[in-house]
T-cell receptor
Framework: AQKVTQAQTEISVVEKEDVTLDCVYE???????LFWYKQPPSGELVFLIR??????QNEISGRYSWNFQKSTSSFNFTITASQVVDSAVYFC????????????FGSGTRLQVQP | DTGVSQNPRHKITKRGQNVTFRCDPI?????LYWYRQTLGQGPEFLTY????????KSRLLSDRFSAERPKGSFSTLEIQRTEQGDSAMYLC??????????????FGQGTRLTVV
């Protein structure tokens, strides 16, 4: 079974600070997929990124960047120059390459960006 | 709005009552998932449909829970004889294609159930 661990329960930063959200995953599968979702107070999970296990390239999208390292089973997420609108709960998730393809989520990291 | 729609958004019910939630996936999405999210936790998988077929149910889905997806369109999740432990956010997600391989799951805003 897959497992996703987000050790940081809550992080508080001041606007314009950089912040990194950690994600460690466990799987016995050779092929798997990793995701990040954002959950604002409205409740809807907003997709941020999808990555497969064969693509270790880091990715940058605006102020967001992701660092995928298979050697440490980590898929960390960095927000540069944080803004108040970034305040939300962020979830890391994984899925298998077979079967139902349901997502296995971590417990989430609540990010509070203070003005 | 063409996203995943869930109704109602909030439901308060007395213990022992039955409740039913509805999920309208994005049009033409053939895969539909139900998840449950309790306070301070990530969503947990409940059940999965491919078109109208319910292909898998989690151990979390007790006999009091039943889900349907008639005609492969909208889906309903019913909880019979609700218990306080059923209080949670129930999330629906849909996808066109295989999550991970060529797409992601799109989530609705959820139905928050409170059992009193």
């Amino acid at each position: 079974a897959q497992k996703v661990t987000q050790a940081q329960t809550e992080i508080s930063v001041v606007e314009k600070e950089d912040v990194t959200l950690d994600c460690v995953y466990e799987t016995r599968d050779t092929t798997y997929y990793l995701f990040w979702y954002k959950q604002p107070p409205s409740g809807e999970l907003v997709f941020l990124i999808r990555r497969n296990s064969f693509d270790e390239q880091n990715e940058i999208s605006g102020r967001y960047s992701w660092n995928f390292q298979k050697s440490t089973s980590s898929f960390n997420f960095t927000i540069t120059a944080s803004q108040v609108v970034d305040s939300a709960v962020y979830f890391c998730a994984s899925s298998k390459d077979t079967g139902r393809r349901a997502l296995t989520f971590g417990s989430g990291t609540r990010l509070q960006v203070q003005p | 709005d063409t996203g995943v729609s869930q109704n109602p958004r909030h439901k308060i019910t007395k213990r022992g009552q039955n409740v039913t939630f509805r999920c309208d996936p994005i049009s033409e999405h053939n895969r539909l998932y139900w998840y449950r999210q309790t306070l301070g936790q990530g969503p947990e998988f409940l059940t999965y449909f491919q078109n109208e077929a319910q292909l898998e149910k989690s151990r979390l889905l007790s006999d009091r829970f039943s889900a349907e997806r008639p005609k492969g369109s909208f889906s309903t999740l019913e909880i019979q004889r609700t218990e306080q432990g059923d209080s949670a956010m129930y999330l629906c997600a849909s996808s066109l294609g295989i999550v991970g391989v060529n797409t992601e799951a799109f989530f609705g805003q959820g139905t928050r159930l409170t059992v009193v």
